[in-house]
Each structure stands twice: as C-alpha cells, then as structure tokens.
C-alpha cells in the first residue's frame, strides 16, 4: 500500500496569512493526489484533484502543486472559514489512502 | 443538484451484520464509480470500497476483503454496502462518495454511523 504522510499535524496561522501543507507519499504517484477540506461536523468536500486542478467553485486562494512523491496545498489570505482539517488523497493505485490530517487553526 | 442519502447504520453487535444504502439522485447514476469511504471518530478518511459504473468491478481495502461486499443498483440509482463478521474496528461514520471520473470524491453524502459494541 502506498502511505502518505502529512505534514503538520496541526497547524496555528493568523487570518490573511498563507499556509502550505505538505504531503509525502511512500513512491511516486504521478499526481494522482486529491486534497479536502472537512469542518466539524461536516462531511469533507474536495478541493483540488490531479494535484493542481482547482474543483469546481473552491476559492482561488487554495493552491496545490508537487510531483512526483512530494505534494503541497497552500492557502492565500487565510479566511476564517478555513478553519478546518485538510486531508490528501492518493488514488494512483488501490488501495486510496489518506493523509492523517491537518487540523487548521486560527492564532 | 447532486444528493447522496446513506441509511442503515446503527448499533450492532460484533460478529453480526449490517446492510448499508445510499440513494442517489441529481446525476446520472450509471455514469458514475460510486464509494464507501468511513471515519473512525476522531480520526482520519479511510477508503474501504469502490464498485464501477455497472458493478463488474469491486475493490476493497484489505481489513474488510471477504467480510464486507459492495454493490450497485442502477435502476434504483442506489449504492450498498453489506458489513458481515463486524468487529469493533470497523465503527465509524460511513460516508457514500463518488465524483467525476474513479480518483477522486466530489460528492459526499452525509455519513451514517455504524457502532459495533457488546
């Protein structure tokens, strides 16, 4: 199976400030890689696929790029409303796996 | 407007079973590989299946492989997953995804809790 690491765990960040989380999978998986966005509560939402592909209506101020084994998603001008847990996705091969997660605060 | 409704879940003893269902609607079902993906409270997104647009293909994570069986019904635009030999592994918020093409999950219903304790 191939394991994705993320990093970091948690993350604390001023609003307006940028963030960038990084994934790092265990071979390379030719941007097969996905990033969402869960709230409390809520189910996840997808944010980016194909490792840079912006999803349908998600803000431009959310980025993804990498290739390779090493992925990142960066947030310009954080909002409030990005408060939230992020996780990636490698679906290059079964079984999908999943980051752990980035659980993002507001300082 | 994409919709996905899963029923089913519940409380249940280990070794016993529970069917799954998640209801459809808003896309043209068959157009569409369909997926259970849970959560374990607290915790991360754990794939467990995935089934192709008419059921001939199945994949599994390997925790669940002979002991869960996923299936599709076209005609009723309805997704299901059979849980059998439930361990208290397997408790967890089971969410019916699908998206665009195989990879990756655009649509996520709201998730159905299955608890698995004595």
């Known amino acids: 199976d191939i394991q994705m690491t993320q990093s970091p765990a948690s993350l604390s960040a001023s609003l307006g400030e940028t963030v960038t989380i990084e994934c790092r999978a265990s071979?390379?998986?030719?941007?097969?890689l996905a990033w969402y966005q869960q709230k409390p509560g809520k189910s996840p939402q997808l944010l980016i696929y194909n490792a840079n592909s912006l999803h349908t209506g998600v803000p431009s101020r959310f980025s993804g790029s990498g290739s390779g084994t090493q992925y990142s998603l960066k947030i310009n001008s954080l909002q409030s409303e990005d408060v939230a847990s992020y996780f990636c996705?490698?679906?290059?091969?079964?079984?999908?796996?999943f980051g752990a997660g980035t659980k993002l605060e507001l300082k | 407007e994409v919709q996905l409704v899963e029923s089913g879940g519940g409380l249940v003893q280990p070794g016993r079973s529970l069917k799954l269902s998640c209801a459809a609607s808003g896309f043209t079902f068959s157009d569409y590989y369909m997926a259970w993906v849970r959560q374990a409270p607290t915790k991360g997104l754990e794939w467990v299946a995935s089934?192709?647009?008419?059921?001939?293909?199945?994949y599994y994570r390997d925790s669940v492989k002979g002991r869960f069986t996923i299936s599709r019904d076209n005609a009723k635009s309805s997704l299901y997953l059979q849980m059998d030999s439930l361990r208290s592994e397997d408790t967890a918020t089971y969410y019916c995804?699908?998206?665009?093409?195989?990879?990756?999950?655009?649509?996520w219903g709201q998730g159905t809790l299955v608890t698995v304790s004595s």
């Open positions: 995804t699908t998206g665009a093409a195989p990879y990756w999950f655009a649509y």
């Open positions: 089934i192709s647009y008419d059921g001939g293909s199945t």
């Open positions: 996705q490698q679906y290059y091969n079964y079984p999908y796996t």
């Open positions: 071979e390379d998986i030719y941007n097969g």
